[in-house]
């Protein structure tokens, strides 16, 4: 069983800024590939960034620049700086982490999302 608890979504101005953060508990061995989605209304989910356990990253194209994703293992949390916000950002963003169990079985395991609305 994995937890995941979200939190820093909330509403900002455009040019504004947010940090998200995902903490992982349960019986995981080892967090592999985490990231953040995210679903706007009306609007299927999209991917925002991802980061392996290498630390290797990648960026959805409206979001490169302005927004980064870092984690740190031992507290097994993964965060999402966003930067320079605007409306088109706002949607709820979903954490998502791939690992393994102390079993070593493979798991995929989402947040519960948290709002981010960016308006004036």
């Known amino acids: 069983q994995v937890q995941l608890v979200e939190s820093g979504g909330g509403l900002v101005q455009p040019g504004g800024s947010l940090r998200l953060s995902c903490v992982a508990s349960?019986?995981?061995?080892?967090?592999?590939?985490v990231g953040w989605y995210r679903q706007a209304p009306g609007k299927e989910r999209e991917l925002v960034a991802t980061?392996?356990?290498?630390?290797?990253?990648n960026y959805a194209n409206s979001v490169r620049g302005r927004f980064t994703i870092s984690r740190d293992n031992a507290k097994k949390t993964v965060y999402l700086q966003m930067n320079s916000l605007k409306p088109e950002d706002t949607a709820v963003y979903y954490c998502n982490v791939q690992g393994l169990f102390y079993t070593h079985a493979a798991f995929t395991s989402w947040g519960q999302g948290t709002q981010v609305t960016v308006s004036s």
């Open positions: 980061i392996t356990n290498a630390g290797s990253t």
């Open positions: 349960g019986s995981i061995f080892r967090l592999n590939t």
